[in-house]
């Protein structure tokens, strides 16, 4: 039970954080100060008694993690950092200024923050990615408390993060709901039915504990049940005011992200009591415990393919994962419940302790990719490359969150045959292209599949392998190697008349079309662009210059934003390349034009006018002979 002395100690820390909250926002000019105010009783409590954090040591492994999934209450974040001695009222008033790690909504250019959020219904999902870390595989004490709003709660992520939550009983997650009402363009779908939130979560196996927010007696009450001997994930759905503290704008519409001019904000400091100058003496971890896991000696033994066999790239990504992983105990994956089809099963066989089925929930899955992460492991998630488009917006915030996530999407392009095309992933390369740090990798074998996977363990950023449902022959040798960045120039001679670039199915095309052309007495210059970014584009200056600038992109995705944006993008501005003395670019870009059906992948590709019989017309058509000719 908490003394009067702490009671009040409490009070005076959050009226703090609301005064510091309006400064910020105030100084800044914007901001969102009122929904700050609501949840300060909160953050007061769980900053003087409850939060176990080395700030002098933000990477320390047993930390509890604190996520504020509502990002625009950053001001309250802020105000926090200043309330623990990490930042100073300097700092503090460098709020959304140009330059300022302070920014808009938390991004983890600040050491204390481990993932942007701001972009709502993301926190609790990710914070669901750290709980999985701390449970199963550091088997670690920390907790992740994850403050949101109630107007994110209508988002679907969330209770995805509730469901898988409930499911892997993540004892760690704690989740506080800021129910102050008031959304940003008026009431909220369910306002201070406080128990419909109650009920929900319950719903999905959560302990929830019902509270008024700013009863600190409530708080604290609620915050020690939570470092008892629960064995489920908590809920705490608090209802609050926003505004909380100054009358003007307690519980009245309209002031989501406003700011008060410096007159009202100094009336408003003088309601709550004045300027406070409070630090707390955050206590800190245990300092001796560390992460279960023991890292592996072996020697990575990739899968080798013998020449000429046919492998799906897909099959060849769950055996190089399965090899990765007995040699890398950093290594997890996830999978959305088709890990039979995109052969994550295999490394799920071999280490299942490492293994977390997402189910159909593809938010979810990159969320807790995003999650993993941050404890420094490497997460490999796959699915559909279809089905990313789902959850794209987590794939961006990641990119927000400097996050180093690995994503395998297979069944990729026409070629996945029957399915048809709600299963085609044909906007997967523009998509992951327009990410910032991203890297998209696009095997056409088996052995190539193997080399990148090995790869992409410690690429930064967002890593993206392009994987395919058939069998496709394996035209390299297990010795060679694929350079992220690179790409290979298979059939080449001094007398190439035009260059042909493809990568994963089209290459096997863009082959098929050099044998035939070659009998025919014409000569192509084969590339295979198995690194789409980043590109190699000094090779395809070398080959366009040597080919007169003739030039055929083909790909098993949309025109718009894939092989063909990437490789005229590389040539952009080329007269001031080094290497580009060529002739003017006539490029031919054959790709996916047309809504595919259902059929066998031979005729698919035919019809989208991307196979072999395509790029031989083109190549005549570049060149000005006759299609049905023979040179």
């Known amino acids: 039970m908490a003394t009067a002395e702490q009671l009040q100690a409490w009070h005076e820390l959050a009226q703090q954080l609301r005064i510091d909250s309006i400064r910020a926002t105030t100084a800044a000019g914007s901001g969102h100060p009122t929904s700050s105010m609501s949840a300060a009783d909160l953050i ?33 974040l802020y105000a926090l950092y200043k309330a623990a001695g990490a930042i100073s009222d300097a700092e503090l008033m ?9 920014q808009g909504h938390p991004v983890p250019v600040l050491p204390w923050v481990d993932v942007a959020t701001g972009s709502l219904g993301q926190g609790l999902p990710m914070g669901v990615g750290i709980g999985l ?21 209508s988002e679907g992520s969330v209770w995805e993060g509730f469901e898988l939550a409930g499911h892997y009983k993540l004892s760690n997650l704690v989740a506080i709901i800021d129910v102050n009402r008031l959304g940003q363009r008026g009431q909220t779908m369910l306002g201070w039915n406080t128990q419909a939130y109650c009920d929900r979560a ?40 926003k505004g909380k503290g100054v009358k003007a704008f307690e519980d009245i519409g309209g002031w989501h992200g406003k700011t008060l001019p410096e007159e009202e904000a100094k009336k408003a400091i003088t309601e709550l009591g004045g300027e406070r100058q409070i630090t707390i003496e955050v206590e800190k971890p245990d300092t001796q415990a560390k992460p279960a896991y023991i890292e592996k000696s072996e020697s990575l033994q990739l899968p080798t393919y013998k020449q000429g066999h046919s492998i799906a790239t897909r099959k060849a990504y769950g055996e190089a994962l399965k090899a990765l992983g007995a040699t890398r105990a950093d290594v997890v994956v996830l999978d959305a419940e088709v890990s039979n089809s995109t052969y994550a099963e295999d490394f799920a066989e071999a280490h299942p302790d490492r293994y977390f089925e997402m189910y159909i929930a593809e938010q979810q899955m990159v969320a807790t990719a995003v999650g993993l992460q941050v404890r420094k492991y490497k997460p490999f998630a796959s699915t559909f490359a279809a ?27 026409v070629s996945i045959g029957e399915d048809g095309p709600s299963q085609m992933g044909l906007e997967d390369i523009a998509s992951l292209r327009s990410v910032w740090s991203s890297t998209v990798l696009y095997p056409c074998d088996g052995n190539q599949t193997a080399k990148l996977v090995a790869q992409m363990a410690d690429c930064e950023g967002i890593v993206y392998l392009r994987t395919t449902r058939m069998k496709t022959p394996v035209i390299y040798s297990p010795d060679e190697e694929f350079p992220i960045g690179g790409c290979k120039v298979i059939r080449s001679s001094n007398h190439d008349q035009v260059t042909v670039i493809g990568a994963g199915v089209t290459l096997h095309e863009a082959l098929k079309a ?22 190699d584009a000094q090779t395809l200056y070398q080959a366009v210059s040597d080919t007169n600038g003739n030039l055929i992109v083909v790909e098993d995705h949309w025109s718009e934003g894939g092989l063909g944006a990437a490789v005229l993008e590389a040539f ?17 870009h054959l790709a996916v034009r047309e809504m595919p059906g259902s059929g066998t992948p031979e005729e698919l590709l035919h019809a989208a006018k991307i196979d072999a019989d395509a790029i031989i017309a083109a190549a005549k058509s570049l060149l000005k002979q006759p299609v049905g000719a023979s040179a």
């Open 572 to 588: 952009a501005g080329t007269e001031t390349a080094p290497n580009y003395t060529g002739a003017k670019l006539r490029v031919v």
């Open 514 to 535: 050099y044998e035939e052309l070659n009998n025919q007495g014409i000569s192509i210059r084969v590339i295979d662009l198995y690194s789409v970014k980043p590109i």
């Open 202 to 241: 319950k719903a999905f196996g959560w302990n929830v504990i019902e509270i008024d927010g700013h009863n600190l007696t409530e708080i604290d009450e609620a915050y020690a049940e939570v470092t008892s001997n629960i064995v489920c994930p908590t809920a705490i759905v608090a209802r609050t005011i």
């Open 387 to 413: 089905f990313f488009t789902r959850a794209y917006d987590f794939i961006r915030m990641a990119a927000v969150s400097r996050a180093n996530i690995k994503l395998v999407g297979s069944h990729a392009g």
């Open 133 to 153: 870390a701390g449970e199963y595989l550091d088997q670690l004490s920390y907790r992740i408390w994850v403050l949101l709003g109630d107007s994110e709660m």
């Open 94 to 102: 460098s709020l959304r200024q140009f330059g300022s790690p302070l």
């Open 44 to 76: 007061a409590v769980l900053l003087s008694n409850y939060l176990r954090y080395d700030f002098s040591n933000p990477d320390y492994a047993n930390n509890d993690r604190l996520i504020f999934s509502k990002g625009h209450a950053s001001p309250l």
